[in-house]
């Protein structure tokens, strides 16, 4: 007989969830010194890859929606890593920039997956698997 234990245990919902808060528990004591926080470091990451970025096209490209990113990109900014400006060629939009401290972070933040995969145990080729199996999931071909 099943019991109710087991049947948990063989949920994929499950599985997920308990990787990805131990992804999020591996990166804290990586992100802690850096005086970032998970979703700040995603932040950040993104930002190095291209700044000035409006704030919604961020969330896009992070998941996020605006109630979401607007209060994340204002705690990155209090603590001196963005700015955020109106765009000169339309107010509406704000647009978010590394400041020099944001972009001194850039060798500690892209050095975090490398450690975090080691950690893991995890090959490229593992990693390659991975990434397109959570991209399916996430973003099944039926939305």
Do not use: W
């Not at 000035?52 to 996020?64: A, D, I, Q, S, T």
């Not at 920039?97 to 490398?114: F, H, Y």
Request: charged share 25%; with cysteine; net charge negative.
């Amino acid at each position: 007989m099943t019991t109710r234990h087991n049947r948990l245990r063989t949920q994929l919902s499950f599985a997920l969830y308990g990787a990805a808060n131990r992804m999020v528990r591996m990166h804290r004591p990586l992100l802690e010194p850096l005086g970032l926080t998970f979703p700040q470091y995603l932040v950040i990451l993104e930002l190095l890859d291209g700044a000035p970025v409006p704030v919604g096209e961020l969330g896009n490209r992070l998941g996020m929606d605006t109630g979401t990113i607007t209060p994340l990109v204002k705690r990155i900014e209090l603590a001196g890593f963005v700015t955020r400006t109106r765009d000169a060629n339309d107010e509406r939009r704000v647009m978010v920039d590394l400041t020099a401290a944001g972009r001194a972070l850039e060798s500690d933040v892209r050095s975090v997956p490398d450690k975090i995969k080691s950690s893991c145990g995890l090959t490229e080729d593992d990693v390659a698997d991975l990434h397109v199996t959570l991209d399916m999931l996430g973003h099944p071909a039926t939305e």
